[in-house]
């Protein structure tokens, strides 16, 4: 590995690594030189990928951590473990995220307050803990992955767009507070993408999930570029960056009809529309 590779030296902490946005994450800051901390539930993928990306790159080192970040006590025990292996992490990259497609009064609580330990709580650990670190030495990046519904109400996707709302408001805050550091904080917003997340929410027959689709090296890559100008917000895609800048002209009322349109399964339509056209 050449030593003058942005990332010589420094270690990348990525969540959510194993498959999606986190997989391209991983691809990228193992091109730039940055040594991994993979995380994810699935060891075996990890793995495969995690040591592949360091033969390729020749990097120095790889660490495969399996958690399950919707388990509250999980942020502290992924510090705790780099910490007794000397592990600095530069950058932290909290990209695990879930979702759960469904009416709120229909949907699984406990499967919800899982979704927010992961989209929420893993989030707000994960950051208290390595920024600590980070202001001690004034050095350091944070890109956390919210998602165009953090600009607007989700019908059927409730708590998803809720957690998504708090991550943009969170990155936002500390991006200020931290605004004379050289400590950077960027919230990736990506809009209905290609990866398994519509198919984990029960969400594949949606509209959002049969409609345009943003490749998630094309996301990942906004964000990696956005993360390393040190950009507060990154709206990824074309389309959801029209969308975005709507959402500040409509009343929500609109954002949340629009939305619940988008999060309908297309069978619903049809269902309607043959009830209307039967004869009374």
């Given at each position: 590995?050449?030593?003058n590779?942005?990332?010589?030296?420094?270690?990348?902490?990525?969540?959510?690594?194993?498959?999606?946005?986190?997989?391209?994450?991983?691809?990228?800051?193992a091109?730039?030189?940055?040594?991994?901390?993979?995380?994810?539930?699935?060891?075996?993928?990890?793995?495969?990928?995690?040591?592949?990306?360091?033969?390729?790159?020749?990097?120095?080192?790889?660490?495969?951590?399996?958690?399950?970040?919707?388990?509250?006590?999980?942020?502290?025990?992924?510090?705790?473990?780099?910490?007794?292996?000397?592990?600095?992490?530069?950058?932290?990259?909290?990209?695990?995220?879930?979702?759960?497609?469904?009416?709120?009064?229909?949907?699984?609580?406990?499967?919800?307050?899982?979704?927010?330990?992961?989209?929420?709580?893993?989030?707000?650990?994960?950051?208290?803990?390595?920024?600590?670190?980070?202001?001690?030495?004034?050095?350091?990046?944070?890109?956390?992955?919210?998602?165009?519904?953090?600009?607007?109400?989700?019908?059927?996707?409730?708590?998803?767009?809720?957690?998504?709302?708090?991550?943009?408001?969170?990155?936002?805050?500390?991006?200020?507070?931290?605004?004379?550091?050289?400590?950077?904080?960027?919230?990736?917003?990506?809009?209905?993408?290609?990866t398994?997340?519509?198919?984990?929410?029960h969400?594949?027959?949606?509209?959002?999930?049969?409609?345009?689709?943003?490749?998630?090296?094309?996301?990942?890559?906004?964000?990696?570029?956005?993360?390393?100008?040190?950009?507060?917000?990154?709206?990824?895609?074309?389309?959801?960056?029209?969308?975005?800048?709507?959402?500040?002209?409509l009343?929500?009322t609109?954002?949340?009809?629009?939305?619940?349109?988008?999060?309908?399964?297309?069978?619903?339509?049809?269902?309607?529309?043959?009830?209307?056209?039967?004869p009374?």
């Amino acid at each position: 590995m050449k030593k003058n590779k942005v990332g010589h030296g420094k270690t990348a902490l990525i969540t959510g690594a194993s498959n999606g946005f986190g997989l391209e994450f991983a691809k990228l800051f193992a091109k730039d030189g940055y040594n991994l901390v993979l995380v994810a539930r699935s060891e075996d993928r990890l793995k495969e990928l995690g040591y592949s990306l360091q033969d390729e790159h020749g990097l120095e080192k790889v660490c495969i951590i399996t958690s399950d970040l919707s388990r509250p006590g999980s942020p502290q025990e992924i510090y705790d473990e780099l910490k007794k292996v000397g592990v600095r992490v530069d950058v932290l990259v909290n990209n695990a995220g879930a979702g759960l497609h469904g009416f709120f009064h229909e949907t699984d609580m406990d499967k919800e307050e899982e979704i927010i330990n992961l989209n929420i709580t893993s989030v707000m650990k994960l950051t208290k803990l390595f920024l600590r670190d980070m202001k001690a030495r004034n050095d350091g990046k944070i890109l956390n992955v919210a998602s165009i519904v953090s600009l607007m109400p989700a019908p059927l996707m409730a708590i998803y767009a809720a957690s998504k709302a708090f991550v943009l408001s969170f990155s936002e805050a500390l991006s200020n507070e931290l605004k004379d550091t050289n400590i950077t904080v960027t919230a990736l917003c990506p809009g209905a993408s290609n990866t398994y997340f519509f198919k984990r929410a029960h969400a594949e027959n949606s509209r959002a999930a049969n409609g345009p689709l943003s490749e998630p090296e094309d996301v990942a890559k906004d964000g990696y570029m956005a993360l390393m100008k040190g950009e507060v917000k990154i709206v990824s895609g074309l389309m959801n960056k029209v969308q975005a800048a709507t959402s500040n002209l409509l009343p929500d009322t609109a954002l949340a009809a629009t939305m619940r349109y988008q999060m309908e399964e297309a069978e619903e339509e049809a269902e309607k529309e043959a009830n209307y056209q039967q004869p009374v």
